[in-house]
């Protein structure tokens, strides 16, 4: 048989980089600065450069970003902060970590993420925050609801994990994820389409204060070492991951444009075998730039459908199985199955199909064939 056809290949992308990763790390090698240091601040600078109009404040993982965005808002007991039922646990577990109430509003059948129709309907006077996710590397909406909720008071915390670069235009200009609210957070795990080689994370913020706050949560709460105003985090961006990262910056743009020609070659395939409408591809929201983290298809007998593909060698994926509302660690929260019909019914009928920059017209070709083997066309 072929060669496996896996969901993400990163030995092919490492290949095209190889020469300049190992520059860069040799050098962070050769001054033994590993812990923050120069590589980090010249990154959060490029970062910033690249973002738009925001500091940047790097940090251990996207998980403590969005545990330190939520601490330097002084989110906790008795707070609520609405999100989404369908995404990666952390969105919602540094909710509950801080001991405030996450509330859950379904998703847009079509772009899975948050239904901004609904958001406002459950805002209560207890609501802190909105934590939007933008899921699979497609911004939700922010624009649609900003300005409500900056009048009444609530901060925007975005979940920018798997959309390092997308953009939605706002007016006549684009804005990139993460710069939109009142703090944006990223992940670098080494799986996202901006992944170092290790744990990574950023938050980003335009409120000069914030950004301080931030900057002394990541070392423990101290301004200065060994002076410490609160109890923070040890929650720092190596340099290693900071100097590989700088290079993988470099590259991003075009990665994220050979991700979007990937998935315009899905749908011609798709289209070409008559597939459309048994599989739902992914919809391009209009005003966006989406950078297919993953890309994700609704189709019937998902099950069965995986099961064939992984026997003719091709790897897909389930986000997410199970709705966040019914985990079993948030059952204290009181939710029940059928309260998010569109969330509960994509971790049923969704599947992500092999999405990368290096992945090639022939795996596709391979991928949708045996598709279109499984539903007879
Ligand atoms: C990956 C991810 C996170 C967590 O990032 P880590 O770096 O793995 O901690 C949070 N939210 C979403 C939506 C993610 O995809």
Not at 123 to 128: L, Y
Not at 157 to 185: P, Y
Request: charged letters at 25%; hydrophobic letters at 40%; aromatic letters at 10%.
């Amino acid at each position: 048989m072929d060669k496996k056809i896996p969901t993400l290949d990163l030995t092919r992308n490492y290949a095209r980089i190889k020469d300049e990763v190992q520059e860069a790390v040799n050098s962070v090698l050769e001054s033994q600065y590993f812990i923050l240091g120069p590589d980090v601040a010249r990154f959060e600078e490029e970062c910033e450069n690249y973002l738009g109009e925001v500091s940047a404040v790097g940090c251990a993982s996207g998980t403590d970003a969005l545990l330190l965005a939520l601490m330097a808002l002084d989110i906790g007991e008795g707070d609520e902060v609405i999100t989404t039922p369908y995404s990666f646990f952390a969105t919602v577990s540094c909710i509950t970590r801080l001991g405030a109430k996450p509330v859950f509003v379904d998703v847009d059948p079509l772009s899975f993420n948050i239904d901004m129709k609904k958001v406002l309907d459950a805002v209560t006077p207890k609501t802190k925050a909105f934590l939007p996710v933008h899921i699979f590397g497609q911004m939700a909406p922010l624009e649609e609801i900003k300005e409500e909720l900056e009048k009444r008071g609530i901060a925007i915390v975005e979940d920018a994990a798997q959309a390092f670069g997308s953009w939605r235009k706002e007016n006549e200009s684009i804005r990139r994820a993460g710069a939109w609210g009142t703090i944006g957070c990223y992940s670098f795990f080494p799986t996202k389409n901006l992944g170092g080689y290790g744990d990574g994370g950023m938050v980003v913020t335009k409120d000069a204060s914030l950004a301080d706050r931030l900057k002394k949560l990541r070392v423990h709460g101290a301004g200065t070492t060994y002076y410490h105003d609160e109890v923070g985090l040890n929650s720092r961006l190596d340099s290693l991951q900071a100097a590989i990262l700088r290079v993988k910056l470099r590259h991003l743009e075009e990665w994220n444009e050979e991700r979007r020609r990937a998935a315009g070659r899905y749908y011609a395939l798709f289209a070409e075998k008559g597939l459309i409408g048994t599989v739902i591809p992914p919809s391009e929201m209009e005003n966006n730039y989406h950078i297919y983290h993953q890309y994700v298809v609704k189709v019937p007998q998902r099950d069965d459908l995986q099961a064939h593909l992984e026997n003719q060698g091709i790897v897909s994926r389930v986000y997410y199985p199970v709705s966040l509302h019914m985990q079993r660690c948030f059952a204290f929260l009181g939710y029940s199955e059928g309260d998010f019909p569109v969330s509960e019914s994509l971790s049923r009928e969704t599947l992500a199909l092999p999405i990368f920059p290096e992945l090639t017209m022939e795996e596709q070709k391979k991928i949708v064939n045996s598709i279109g083997d499984f539903y007879k066309k």
